[in-house]
């Protein structure tokens, strides 16, 4: 396979960069750098790791001044499942035992104030909780309640009213605490975060012609033999624009369409798939040429977002590619191989790519190239006939001429007989 990759491959064209006279850079501050377009190499570099949504699918967006922090309180469940895993357990051990803190606390007070404390050997005294002798027991009675362990030792009396009120309130406020926990730690732990973890996209995108048109494409795959149900696959280009009234808008999103109309962004991914987007007149990429792409700045991010087949949850994932990162001429190794009996996937492949021959104009100058060709051939088979045509009436007028001489000729020489 390498050697036939091999016959395709070209050399890159390098790009001339114009002759400029160096300036000397230890004199010049950044700000003036950045001014005249000679921003030093560690500050072209910082600004080239920054991302929009990093490889790995976090967004590298942070939210500041946000006064209205309430409205995460209004909310409480999203707020406790989206915290992190240490405070999430720090949450659940605390709700527990602040409410077995509280209950038992108001068990030993009832207590105090009915003076059980004061009759704890006396047989004559009906206490509200029987055995319940101090705080200590105040707690684990409350924790034997809410728990609905019920140990034996410890129980409550019929002498005592307040006590029976409070046990239900107990019983009831325990059910929802278990309720309320328990459903956030399992929709915590049930969450597909960690399934879009086996579902993998190519390091670099690629532009290069596919059916004479040029396309960028990129390959998604999922390294789990349990499938993603109902994929599909989108992709937004991240770029900073400034309209016609002078308006700029940063990271503006622009729709890269990669099959909507045609139903091709609904993916059957079972085995690595390459995502196409033809480059036309509906393209942003319409006018970009390969010297254009080299100084333009931009991040395609893509997504894809399908069902868990184990759990039916809805499951994201989504990477992101720089302009570094799009590869002008090139075309994604195969990764499928026919086995005996069953098709094999070679993810050592999945990521490599070879240069094919592409024209480094824009899609818009070659759209205009084939055009002015079709239009060149439209006119000129018709032009050849007509030359054809004409060589031929040219062929008969002259013939009919000698045969009319042959007959003069003839009529003349007779007459003189």
Known sequence: MAKENAAFSTIPETPVSESKAPLPVGQVKPAALRRLGEEPEKAEKKRGRQRYVEKDGKCNVQHGNVRETYRYLTDIFTTL???KWRFSLLVFILAYAITWL???LIWWFIAYCRGDLDHLGDDAWTPCVNNL???VSAFLFSIETETTIGYGHRVITDKCPEGIILLLLQAILGSMVNAFMVGCMFVKISQPNKRAETLVF???AVISLRDDCLCLMFRV???RNSHIVEASIRAKLIKSKQTHEGEFIPLNQTDINVGFETGDDRLFLVSPLI???????HSPFWEVSKDQLRKDEFEIVVILEGMVEATGMTCQARSSYLVDEVLWGHRFM???????GFYEVDYNSFHQTFEVPTPSCSARELSEAAARMDAHLYWSIPSRLD????EGTEKGGEEGAKEKNGNLTSTESESKV
């Open 81 to 83: 499942v989206d915290l």
């Open 102 to 104: 509280f209950f038992g």
């Open 133 to 135: 002798n101090g705080f």
């Open 202 to 204: 190519s390091s670099h």
């Open 221 to 223: 795959g999922d390294l």
């Open 275 to 281: 995502i196409s987007h033809e480059i036309n007149e």
């Open 334 to 340: 195969s990764v499928l191989t026919l086995e005996d």
């Open 387 to 390: 030359e054809k045509v004409e």
